[in-house]
Each structure stands twice: as C-alpha cells, then as structure tokens.
C-alpha cells in the first residue's frame, strides 16, 4: 500500500487561540521580545491586510496602525494547545505528530477510506478546524517532504499518487525546509526553484553546502524515507477509588487517601519516578469538588510521609453530605532510580527535606529561601537567594580573606575626610571612638555592569574596633573623599 502523509498548516494558529480565549476585534497582533526588540510573531487577517507583517517592530507596526491591539505571546500555552490538537487528529489517523510550532503532520496510509476518501478526510479536517476559528492549509502527497511544500508554498490539496515531481519542481527553494543562511548561499549561485536544484552536480553541491539540500531534496521526492513519529505521551499517575457509599468521617477519608497512596506509590515505583506535587480531588454528593494541593520539598514515593502531609490539609474540610469518589493524581514528577541504603548522611538530608516540605506547604513554596554563592567581588553581590525547595544547597561557599561582616546594610555617611581613618565619628545619633583598624582592602566596581550604588568608583575597606565594643566595616572613595559605614561584625 502506497504511503501517503497529510500536512497541515495552520498560518495564524497562535493569534486564534488567543482570539478564541478572548475575542478582539480589528487588526490584532501577538508581541514578542526578539533581538532585543518587541516584535510581531503571529497576526490575524485583519492586520495582514493592512500591510503588517512576521517580524516587524511593534513602533513600526503602532505608525502603520495606531489602534493595533496587541497582546504578549504565550510559547508555553501555545505548545500545550497544539499538543492538545495533536491528539483531538488521532481521531483521523493513530499516527499524529507536530510539525514546527503550527502545524501537525498525519500518516493517513490506509485510513483515509474510513471517512470516505482523501477528499472526504482533508474536507472533513479543514470545516471542523474552521469552526473552531483556524484558518488552514493542507495538502496530502507521498512523502511528508512534499506535502509540507504544497501546503506551504503551493496550493495545497491533493497530490496525485506519483505527482510528487511534477508539483515539486516549480516551488521555491524555501519548500525543501532549509535553514536561511543555506538559501541565502543558493540564492547567490542564482539557484531559485526546486528544479534549478536538480540541473546541478550533486558533489559540488555537497561540497559547499553539506548534505541538507541533497537530503531534503529526496526526502521530499521519495528516494530518501521520512516517517511520521508522534512525541511519546507521557504517563499518567493517578489513581481513583469510587465508594459504594458515600464517607463524611475524616477517618475514612484519611483510610481511603492511604490506599490511593499506597498504589500511587506503587506506580511511581514501577516507573523509578517520584511525586513533587500530588492533587487529591474529593467529589461529593451534591456534586460539588474539593481540591487539596501539595507541594514536596523532594522527589519522593513514600505512602507514609505522604499521607502525613495530608493530614493538615484535610483538616476543616467539609465533606456536606459525603464524598463518593477519591481522585489522587501525581502532577509533577521527577526521576527517582532505586537507590542503595547507607548510612552516608543521606538519612539527614530527607529529615532536612521533609522539613522544607512541611514549612513550605504552611507559608509557601516561594517563601523559604536558601543564599547561594555567587561569583562576585562585590560584597553585596557575593550571595543569591533562591527557593530552598528549587535549589540545592552550596556544598563549599568560596572562603574570602579578608574575611566579611556578619552583617551588610546599604552604606551609610559618615562625617570624614582624606585616606585615614577618623578617630572619632557620629553614627546613627551616637558618637564612636576608634580603637584600632586594619585595611585597606580596595575593592573595585564591575566595569561591565552599570550599578547606580557603586558609580561612586572603587572603594577602600578598613575593619574598625570601636570604644563601644562593636566591630565595624567602613570604607572610604578616594573620587569623592568620603566614609561610609556598611557591615558590622560578629
């Protein structure tokens, strides 16, 4: 049975799904921050027809049409919608997947008779698709090569079995999907067409352009096979328990989340995988739903822990007149590989992180934070703060010498003049006696970063023992003779 693949473009995929979301009406455009620039990646047909364009500047496009209404690209959103069409297209065909960011690509080999036809299919996918508000084009051949050109860069539709060359040949060189630099060199040897790319040795040809235009060119013409290969769906964790009867006692609740834990447990285990965030979804009689969320410091596939957690969150809950059915699903999942037991320290470090987990589900997980070092001479630069859940903790933290204060604040004025230290000075309302100070340490500001705190120029750093007990940090700026105070001392 002869091969044949279905291509389908989708031109103004991202700017109808967001039209779709929320409706706008006149020119409409999606903004994205390219080469340092807010630029246009996806527009409707209204803007197009009044000459806006892929890539132009957002301040060119406001001079063309003042009242553009624009609204921030989403790749993420995007990508998890044409994942979702990916699969809502299997109902045509088994073998379905994407092709760039708006298009999907179908294997209808022996299928197409199941609607009827080639014809009756592609008609069939371009109405229901129209109704869901996407403009389309599409175009079946016998390799996915040619039909991706004829969708594209040709008229699209049905290509006879064995007409691939005859439709291939008069298509511009952008069809065979080859990367700008590589049309631009053939452009310059005055090559325009598919068809000029034929009448020229193959050798000089892989010489000064690799094999990709060779390659995409049999691709696309057969000689070269190109299967259609779906993404690999990701497995699923989750678990359900419907009851006979209905449950309010939160002792029942509480055995019937050990079970689903325990076989959720069991399935993560199965695939070397471990929870970061688990849902439990109650459904209760008058039909309303209850979503417990939880967060986990660690990968972990331990019913009891688990269940432990849970029991905050099921406290004051209101089950009304029951719950009848108990989703549990893992929503995020990590690798987690069998692991030998020791007795390493490893026991210490799930303490530390059951630990975090139990804090960051009372205050949240973006509210306990960790300080990394950071690779800077700056004093107030030399550490980062991160969500101690996200990160890791710094095994060594690089050692500085001379050493740095227990505490560092913004610098603050004090009355001095000239390179030495003052003897005495007025800070924070109270006079300060100098008893001894070592220094300096010149420190000099990042030249490749312009900081508003450090324009001042490099600074000189002295360590001060005053009368009153305490150990300070000054420094003075020899641009501007002046002495701050910025750290203390344990």
């Known amino acids: 049975m002869p091969r044949r693949i279905l291509s389908l473009w989708l031109p103004r995929f991202a700017s109808s799904l967001s039209l779709r979301r929320r409706p706008a009406a006149g020119g409409f455009a999606l903004v994205a921050k390219e080469r340092g620039a807010d630029r246009l990646v996806c527009l409707n047909r209204d803007a197009e027809a009044r000459g806006l364009r892929r890539g132009m500047g957002l301040a060119d496009a406001r001079a063309l049409v003042p009242d553009l209404l624009t609204r921030p690209a989403d790749p993420m959103g995007e990508a998890q ?64 090569g040619a039909a991706w050109a004829v969708g594209r860069y040709g008229q699209g539709g049905i290509v006879p079995q064995g007409g691939v060359s005859h439709r291939l040949m008069p298509l511009p060189l952008a069809a065979l999907r080859l990367d700008a630099p590589t049309l631009e060199g053939l452009e310059r040897l005055g090559l325009r067409i598919i068809r000029d790319l034929t009448q020229i040795p193959r050798a000089g040809l892989v010489r000064r352009f690799g094999t990709a235009p060779l390659l995409r060119l049999d691709q696309a013409l057969g000689a070269v096979p190109e299967p259609v290969a779906p993404a690999q769906e990701q497995p699923v964790f989750a678990v359900r328990l419907s009851l006979p009867e209905p449950i309010g006692l939160m002792g029942d609740i509480q055995a019937g989340l050990e079970r689903l834990l325990e076989r959720l447990c069991s399935h993560l285990r199965s695939a070397e995988k471990g929870a970061r965030r688990l849902l439990l979804e109650l459904s209760r009689v008058d039909g309303q739903a209850i979503r417990l969320e939880i967060g986990l410091a660690r990968a972990m596939r331990e ?103 227990l505490v560092i604040f913004p610098p603050e004025p004090i009355a001095g003049t000239g390179r030495a230290v003052p003897r005495r000075f007025k800070w924070r309302g109270l006079w300060w006696g100098v008893v001894a100070a070592s220094g300096p340490e010149r420190i000099s500001p990042e030249w490749w970063l312009d900081d508003p705190a450090w324009r001042t120029g490099l600074r000189d750093y002295w360590r001060v023992q005053t009368d009153r007990g305490a150990r300070l940090w000054l420094y003075h700026t020899p641009q501007r003779d002046g002495w701050c105070v910025q750290g203390e001392f344990a």
């Not at 379905?96 to 014809?119: F, K, N, R």
């Not at 209101?318 to 987690?336: H, P, Y």
């Not at 037991?341 to 059951?354: E, H, N, P, S, Y």
């Not at 030399?382 to 095994?395: D, E, G, N, Q, W």
Request: proline residues 7%; contains cysteine.
């Open 81 to 144: 919608a044409m994942d979702a069409l990916r699969r809502w297209a299997t109902r045509y065909c088994p073998w379905v997947a994407v092709e760039g960011a708006d298009g999907l690509v179908l294997d209808i080999t022996g299928a197409a008779h199941l609607i009827g036809g080639e014809a009756a299919l592609l008609d069939d996918l371009t109405d229901r698709l129209a109704r869901m508000g996407f403009a389309t084009r599409a175009a079946i051949a016998d390799t996915r």
């Open 303 to 405: 019913p009891a822990p688990m269940a432990q957690l849970y029991a905050r969150a099921l406290e004051g809950m209101d089950a009304g007149f029951g719950i009848e059915r108990m989703r549990l699903s893992a929503v995020a999942v990590e690798a987690l590989p069998a692991q030998q037991i020791t007795t390493t320290g490893a026991k210490a470090q799930d303490d530390l992180d059951d630990l975090l987990t139990r804090l960051c589900n009372r205050v949240g997980f973006d509210h306990v934070l960790r300080y990394l070092p950071a690779d800077s001479n700056i004093p107030e630069k030399a550490f980062s703060i991160a969500p101690a859940a996200y990160s890791a903790p710094a095994r060594d933290w690089h050692s500085t010498a001379p050493p740095r204060p």
